[in-house]
């Protein structure tokens, strides 16, 4: 069974930092492009950082030179740093795993979510 297991989210001051990760269970992990994702209050769920397979990287703009996602396919893991948090960075935070392009249409799962809130 898949199992996507978040941790590393808390309370921040704005200007922190914190780093999050997700262990990925029941997956070839190294044939996925894994993500982060947040939905912050009254929003919708937003793309944060992917990085696929081969190791490309895409961050969304209000990220950008904040936060970096990298993966150790060794441990079955994926991170997101992030540094420099405002008070809009305030959200849950969903790891996503895409299978699609290697192994299945149906090849796409969500972990739990871990909620960061930055706030003096």
């Known amino acids: 069974q898949v199992q996507l297991v978040e941790s590393g989210g808390g309370l921040v001051q704005p200007g922190g930092s914190l780093r999050l990760s997700c262990a990925a269970f029941?997956?070839?992990?190294?044939?996925?492009?894994m993500g982060w994702y947040r939905r912050a209050p009254g929003k919708q769920r937003e793309l944060v950082a992917t990085?696929?397979?081969?190791?490309?990287?895409n961050y969304a703009d209000s990220v950008k030179g904040r936060f970096t996602i990298s993966r150790d396919n060794a441990k079955n893991t994926v991170y997101l740093q992030m540094n420099s948090l405002k008070p809009e960075d305030t959200a849950v935070y969903y790891c996503?795993?895409?299978?699609?392009?290697?192994?299945?249409?149906?090849?796409?799962?969500w972990g739990q979510g871990t909620q960061v809130t930055v706030s003096s």
């Open positions: 996503h795993a895409d299978g699609t392009s290697y192994i299945s249409s149906r090849s796409l799962y």
């Open positions: 990085i696929t397979s081969g190791g490309t990287i």
């Open positions: 029941g997956i070839t992990f190294r044939l996925y492009e």
